[in-house]
């Protein structure tokens, strides 16, 4: 299970495709997150990944390392075992709390759109200029200390151009897990699909490149589409466990109410997507509900695109038509660049028996849980 944790609604950087957007509220308290540390551990049913989360979690660091010493101290007494890792903006890194973060195992991820251009497309301070430089000093220092961590990257019609660029730098800068994620609530015209082709051309050129020679880096959505298209190849398949909404992923707002998922936290407490709250618990009929909502339109025959797509996953669904039954003309046309390019990589990986970074090799399943995504 992922069990997100939004630990403060408030943020020190200004996204403009945030799906949960800054605004005051009180920042989650030690009790509200002590009992969501518990639901968590009593509904997993396997490896609990605890993902901090906002908001900016490092506006409240204090709360993260007491919620990671609960975690300790409850994985002690047996049951799932526990992972941790921050999704972070990076702005409030820095050595003491990532020397103690080093020590507990406590992993990261990176929101940071790559070079200057596409960076400041989307996300600046609150006073309208420039994160890139500050976030970028502290991104080569968290890399430095961690070859682990994740950078997570958003693609938008605005910032597609920059991505093959942008892939370079960070594996300069020694990233080699990248998680992109397409913006699908923004129109993305045949300009940018376009360019869109282009780049994630460039990007599996250097890809198999890499592969090659034995410096294989992640590259989701390129692994995520191998996972289910091919599930039992051993050779270049990463097998990220599928996860549902509402029953594999739940998430918290800095009050103690329930999600389905962290999309739906900024609908607030009185919307459908409440399942009910840490103290209270939770709606399992409503639950059961919207999970089955989710899963029956992933697993109809006449979708015209397989595998673990923009699509098939309920969260970007949501996120592009407000919806999981239907499908968005940006995921369609998403998915229509970017698959067979997937496809064209994995039949090469295949081929030259080449081996991709595989999470599995390096990462226990609690940890490889929150590898993939914001949601």
Known sequence: MRLHLHLTSSCNLRCSYCFTPPAYSEPMSEAVAFRALDLGWR??????SVVFTGGEPLLAKGLIQSIVHR????????????AFRVVTNGLLLDEPFLTWAAAQGVRFGMSYDGVQAAQDAHRLLPDRTSSWALVQWRLRQLLHGDRRAAVLLTLTPQTVGHLERSVAELLRAGARYLVVTPSLADAWGEAALEVLGQQLEGVARRYLERARKGKAFYFSPFELHCTQTDPENPRCIYHYP?????????????????FPGSVFVAKGPASRWCLGDVFGGISERLRRQISAEARAFAQRD??????????????????????FDALGEAALAYDAVHLPIADRVRASMLEEGLRPLSPEGEFPLEEQLSIAGPF
């Open 43 to 48: 509904e997993a049913q396997g490896p609990l």
């Open 71 to 82: 975690g300790r101290e409850m994985a002690q007494q047996g049951g799932p075992k526990i």
């Open 242 to 258: 599928p996860l549902e909404v509402g029953v594999d992923v739940l998430a918290v707002d800095p009050a103690g109410f329930v």
């Open 302 to 323: 006449e979708l015209p695109i397989r595998g673990l797509s923009a699509t098939r996953c309920a969260s970007l669904r949501w996120i592009s038509v407000g919806s």
